[in-house]
């Protein structure tokens, strides 16, 4: 730039920066960073007041001019220049840190660094002396260094004087407001806006060379009615842009996108990505920075963070850990992880096929295989596909009732259509209904002449259809392996990705099936039907009336013996009316029977309508083998690490057959009872049998939304739990609880 534009670009802005802050006096302005005789930095001290008072406080401050395209750096320059420093002097009165506003992003030869263009104002507080009197000097030297392609080092000096008065008398209004227009860029405590952040990690803690993933979550309203919450929003477009992160020794971060917070209206996380390098033995991390967030009502404003990040000694175990909000919702993340999403939903359908909320259905899907085995393979594809169809359908209106929910600000999760007694009563009547039909009591959509013909024709689609329904309807409590990552990473993303996700899970457990009906060779291996499968299919209905106690215990759990004895009642009725359907259909008076069969939908419905109200949940002590159950609640937990104690929590419910058969065979076993003696082991229930929001809430920051969940707390890392998989071995939990001992010396 020549001299002569200097002088006509000074000219030109000079009329604007009187518009920003009052002239001062000559030895309050300096230029540095000289370039071929031309300086590329203007600075300037202000003061907010124009006459101070003894012990009293004023904002002074530095104030910067660059020329276009040229930068200033932050107290992190990122990976080049160097931090802007003030070194104040002033006489009898104390000075506080810089004020540092939020930085801009700049991207330099493929490196990212932080800092300020155009302008900015850095200031301090300054609180005077009870004594001062008179004329004091301000002075200030500012050291920075300005780039574009090139960097400049650069130093000014500045001097001025503040009257110290009676009475406190302010400046000029353009400076007072240049003062606080940058005062709402500063970074300030989270709780400021009512804003609660926390961090996960992809592992239970970091070592020396370990590359890693974590995410700053961040919900607002923490302390208020978050049903009114307003929303907040990230307060830049590009999520590099909005969180800028301290140095951090040893620890390189670099922020890979950003997604909202799935329970939480108005949250979010930015996700990051880690390098660490050399730590030192007894090295505490902290994840520090800066982050922007749109607030209502005042626009963006910026926070600190200042988050915990756990480390360990080299060669340490540190335990994985799978969890979908560490992965960014941008454009190319999402296709990767939405694909492995949809491919640990398809597995974890089909093994649900294994698990036993789904085993007595196997009884009718045996059943109605063996009458198909031997029929054309059209008539066979059609009972496939309908099968297909109605696991599918279910599975949209589950996926359907999720969106809405949400969409109301009511956070759910997967099975929680089983704390509804209402449903589950309803689930009841359907069990009870099958295995009549089992017994022979009455057919569905066919007369009872049939049953002696069962091995010449085979029931209709429609049949096929609603065996898919109740199939997938009960397979919702079970969390197969695999599926609790499937089903996290759906519940925390948006309504396509929902819908996906349950229709993966829905082709997953349909796909034993489907390949039975869609290879005839396959079919025909099993026997051909015949008088026998008479007897047989009675058999199976016991298997469903099994499936029926669980239930009616289950309905005993939520609403108390009343509403056992009511269910009871109201499956006698139906038993009793169905037994008069099924006599009329076998007499061929078929249109009473249709009459009896609506007096079975208005019995079933009416009683479900008059059902008693949920009984209240009495929280007890239980105890497994020679331990303790304690109820869960957060603050309990914390105050048993802070003793010292490891603390195991198993979050599980009544309906969901997996936890009771990981209670029964796994917690329960002498060697992992003996185990958790040893160790002094705290052990929590956070029982979801019923709705409860904490329990909900604390399973959505592990990125889980149904039960089980298991969580081993160590004393010496309270805030990094080691996750455990859904389906528990003994030999798995044993290892998990030897390796606290391991984890008790971190570095």
């Known amino acids: 730039m020549s001299r002569i534009l200097v ?43 124009s006459v101070a008072t003894a012990g009293g406080k004023l904002r002074a401050g530095v104030y910067f001019e660059l020329d276009r395209g040229w930068h200033i750096y932050w107290r992190n320059p990122g990976e080049s220049g160097l931090p802007t420093q003030l070194d104040w002097q002033v006489e009898a009165a104390q000075v506080g840190p810089v004020q540092l506003p939020g930085p801009e992003v700049f991207t330099e030869g493929g490196l990212t660094t932080y800092g300020y263009s155009g302008e900015v104002l850095l200031a301090s507080d300054v609180t005077f002396d009870e004594g001062a ?64 952040l926390d961090a996960i990690y992809s592992q239970s803690a970091v070592r020396p060379g370990d590359s890693f993933r974590a995410a700053i979550v961040v919900v607002p309203c923490a302390g208020a009615n978050r049903e009114r919450c307003p929303q907040y929003a990230l307060g830049k477009a590009n999520p590099a842009e909005a969180f800028v992160p301290d140095q951090i020794d040893s620890v390189q971060i670099r922020v890979t996108g950003a997604r909202p917070h799935p329970f939480s209206p108005g949250g979010f996380l930015i996700n990051l990505e880690g390098t660490a390098e050399e730590l ?44 979908p909000w560490l992965e960014p919702l941008a454009s190319s ?61 279910t599975m949209l209106v589950l996926a359907g009732v999720v969106v809405a929910l949400r969409a109301a600000g009511t956070a759910v999760g997967w099975g929680f259509q089983f704390q509804e007694p209402l449903f589950v009563g309803a689930i009841s009547i359907v069990l009870l209904l099958f295995a009549l039909n089992l017994f022979g009591v009455f057919e569905i959509g066919f007369d009872a002449t049939r049953l002696g013909r069962v091995g010449e024709e085979a029931t209709g689609p429609a049949r096929s259809f609603f065996e898919g329904l109740l199939a997938a309807v009960l397979a919702t409590p079970c969390s197969a392996p695999f599926l609790g990552t499937a089903v996290g990473f759906a519940f925390a993303s948006s309504t396509p990705v ?42 199976l209905g016991f298997a469903l009336l099994a499936t029926l106690v669980w239930l009616v215990w289950l309905t005993g759990r939520t609403v108390g013996p009343d509403g056992v004895a009511a269910l009871l009642a109201l499956l006698l009725g139906i038993a009793f009316v169905s037994w008069i359907y099924g006599a009329l259909q076998s007499s061929g008076r078929r249109s009473t029977a249709r009459v009896v069969g609506l007096g079975v939908v208005v019995l079933a419905v009416g009683g479900l309508v008059a059902s008693p109200a949920p009984a209240p949940i009495e929280t007890e002590v239980s105890e497994s083998g020679t331990l303790e159950w304690r109820v869960f609640g957060p603050g309990a937990v914390q105050a048993e690490l802070a003793r010292g104690r490891p603390v195991f929590v198993e979050f599980t419910a009544d309906w969901c057959l997996t936890c009771k058969a990981n209670e029964r065979f796994v917690i329960g076993d002498a060697r992992v009872q003996a185990e958790l003696e040893r160790l002094d082991v705290v052990i929590f229930r956070a029982d979801w049998t019923r709705r409860d929001e904490t329990i909900r809430s604390e399973l ?14 160590s004393p010496r890392d309270p805030d990094r739990p080691q996750i455990l998989p859904e389906l528990l071995t003994v030999d798995l939990t044993l290892n998990a609880l030897r390796g606290l001992e391991a984890r008790a010396n971190p570095v």
């Not at 670009?9 to 802050?21: F, I, K, Q, R, T």
């Not at 009197?133 to 503040?162: D, E, N, S, Y």
């Open 7 to 49: 002088l006509l670009l000074a000219g030109l802005l000079l009329p604007l920066g009187s518009l920003v802050a009052s002239p001062v006096p000559e030895g309050a302005r300096g230029v540095g960073a000289v370039d071929d005789g031309d300086p590329r930095v203007e600075a300037r001290l202000l003061f907010d007041h």
């Open 133 to 196: 009197r008179g004329m004091q000097a301000v002075r200030v030297t500012a050291k920075f260094l300005v780039c574009r392609v090139r960097c400049i080092p650069g130093q000014v000096q500045l001097a001025r004087t503040i009257s110290i008065g009676a009475d406190a008398r302010l400046a000029d209004d353009r400076t007072r407001a240049l003062f606080d227009r940058y005062a709402a860029r500063v970074p300030v405590a989270p709780s400021s806006f009512d804003l609660a």
């Open 280 to 323: 030192d033995p007894g090295q505490r991390v902290r994840l520090r920075g800066v982050l922007a967030v749109r607030v209502p009502e005042l626009g963006v404003r910026w926070v600190e963070v200042d988050l915990d990040l756990p480390t360990a000694q080299a060669g340490a175990q540190v335990v994985a850990t799978e969890n």
């Open 333 to 393: 993340a999402l296709g990767v992880t939405l694909f492995r999403a949809i491919l640990l939903a398809l597995l974890g359908g089909v093994i649900l096929n294994l698990m036993p909320c789904v085993l007595p259905v196997l009884a009718i899907k045996v059943f109605g295989v063996t009458e198909l085995a031997h029929q054309n393979r059209s008539e066979v594809l059609r009972h496939g596909f309908a099968y297909t169809a109605g696991i599918l359908a």
């Open 498 to 539: 929902i819908l996906g996700i349950f229709l993966a899970i829905g082709l997953g457990l349909a796909a034993p099936y489907l390949l039975v009906t869609w290879f005839p060779t396959w079919a025909r291996l099993i026997p051909r039907p015949g008088a026998w499968m008479i007897q047989l299919r009675r058999g």
């Open 700 to 713: 959505a920051r592990f990125g889980r939304a149904g039960v089980p969940m298991y969580l081993l707390y």
